[in-house]
Every structure is written in C-alpha cells, then in structure tokens.
C-alpha cells in the first residue's frame, strides 16, 4: 500500500528514487499481479508463487507525475484508488490542509482544544500533525470544518479555494490516460469519510456514488472499494454488507489480513521507505519489520 511518491520531508511519502528501488526489486523477484487476478487466483487455491499487487490511495498529482512513469517503465500492474469528490472539485483533503496550515505559518506554537500546546518547529511539525489528525479523526465532519478553519484564523494562514500544488488531485483526463495504459482505478469513496460514522443512506452515497463516477468518466468496471483511513474501526458489518450491495466484489483496509478469507477485508501492508526493511517486508519478514501504521 503506497500513498504518494514525492520528494518533500514534510509528507509522508516514498521519493521518486525510493519507489524505483522497490519497483525494480518487485520486477525481478515478484510475480506482480492486479490486484483482482490475485484475488480471484486465491479464491481458486492457485495463487502463483512470489505474487503481489500493488495499491495506491487518495489520488495526488504526484500518481500521474511520479509513479505511473516507473511503473510503466517496469510495465508492473497497480491499482489507484481515488476519492471521487477529490478528483471532481479540486479541493483540499483535511488531512492536506492541516498540514498546510502547520507548514506555511508564521507561528512557532499551537494551542487548540483537545490539545496540549504543541511546537511547529521543523523537527517536530510532523508530530504535531499526528497529534491533531487524531484528534481531528473523532470529530464530525461539520465539527472538523470548523475546528481546521478556526485553527487557520489562529495561525493566521490564508485557505485559497484550491490547495497548494504539493496537494492537488489527478484530472480525470489523467486517470482516461493512465486508464488506457492499463491502470486500474477503484473507489476511495466521494468524500474520504469515516464510513463507520454514516447512516447507511450516507453510506450508499459514498460507495455507489463514487462507483458511478468512476465507471462514467473511465468507462472501466469498477469492482474494488478501499475504506477510508482503513482501520477497524472506520468499518463495519454495514459497511461490507452495503458494499457488496453497490456492486463491488471486494475491499482493502490499511493492515494485514485477520481473515485471508473474507473478500471486504483485504489486508495490505503499508511500504516502508527504508529498502532493506521493504525487502524483509515483501519476502514475508513481517514479524520484525518495523512497520508503522500508516493511514489510508
Ligand atoms: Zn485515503
């Protein structure tokens, strides 16, 4: 599981550099399938040895720019999961747009509610984010608006209606593209909400909506879904059971399997930067790669 490929240390992300690194090795060593071959060769009991499949989710300008370049140059299989509402409006994902208000700032400090007084030096910027997404994670969507909004007043950043090139979506005329070279696109829902948080009439607007889209603009079979920040508790039996119903075959959640057998769980392993821990990682070295949860 990717997110983006970009060089800035204030992002979480694989260089350029880094993602050839894995992708040549994957090349060499691996039997890189899409992600549905793979699945249906599992339901079969025939999975060929050393396969993978690799995933991406949100759906940043750096896909298009960066990864798809090397993964045609290794003519590897992906998929790319994109946040449909993302790719229509052009606008900000929070999780972008806070980082964006900590990063340009003037102020050295933060204090908000629900948080301590935390520094915005370089060194600790980044934590500082985790500590606010994960406040920010329990707040209603409403709420969360707000609470980013009134934080920008306070660190004096001006929000413009389109985010920063560092955190701009792919056009749909790049996903026509990409699509046409063989990249497959599946769904991150409209609007990367919690989905465990919606009523189920919510929820359909997510999944099938977002489906619907995809399958317009693309003119693709759209069948994969992946939850939103994809932990246990973003999903839940309505999820997987509403899911299935907007006609998707299957979904992926942001750690490993618990049960290799239920198609709506699909594991992924997050990719680590460091190559030597990639490397334990993908020859199935899980137990001591220090691999940090990373949101999906
Ligand atoms: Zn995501």
């Not at 950043?157 to 979506?169: M, T, W």
Request: proline share 6%; glycine share 6%; aromatic share 8%.
């Amino acid at each position: 599981m990717y997110h983006r490929v970009i060089n800035n240390p204030f992002v979480p992300a694989v260089t350029p550099e880094e993602f050839d690194r894995h992708m040549g090795y994957l090349k060499r060593h691996f039997n890189v399938l899409p992600i549905r071959e793979l699945l249906k060769a599992q339901a079969s009991g025939e999975v060929p040895n050393n396969a993978i499949a690799i995933t991406f989710d949100d759906g940043h300008q750096d896909f298009y720019t960066h990864a798809w370049p090397i993964l045609k140059k290794y003519n590897l299989p992906a998929t790319l999961y994109v946040t449909t509402g993302f790719i229509d409006n052009q606008c900000w994902l929070w999780p972008d747009l806070l980082r964006h208000i900590l990063l340009t700032t003037p102020a050295q400090h933060v204090v908000a509610d629900g948080i301590n007084t935390l520094p915005l030096t370089e060194a600790k910027v980044l934590s500082t984010w985790n500590t606010i997404a994960s406040y920010c994670l329990n707040l209603s969507s409403d709420e969360r608006t707000q609470y980013i909004s009134n934080l920008a007043s306070q660190l004096n950043v001006d929000i413009a209606q389109k985010p920063s090139p560092l955190f701009c979506g792919v056009s749909w005329d790049n996903l026509r593209e990409m699509a046409s070279e063989g990249l497959d696109v599946g769904s991150h829902t409209v609007s990367h909400r919690i989905l465990s948080n919606l009523s189920d009439e919510e929820l359909t607007t997510e999944l099938a909506t977002s489906k619907q889209r995809i399958e317009d603009e693309l003119g693709n079979n759209c069948t994969g879904i992946c939850y939103p920040n994809g932990m246990l508790v973003d999903i839940s039996p309505s999820v997987d059971a509403l899911s299935l119903a907007s006609g998707y075959r299957y979904g992926v959640v942001a750690f490993p399997a618990q049960d290799p057998a239920n198609r709506m769980r699909v594991g992924r392993w997050p990719a680590p930067k460091d190559f030597r821990v990639f490397k334990r990682l993908v020859n199935g070295v899980t137990r001591r790669a220090n691999i940090t949860g990373e949101r999906a």
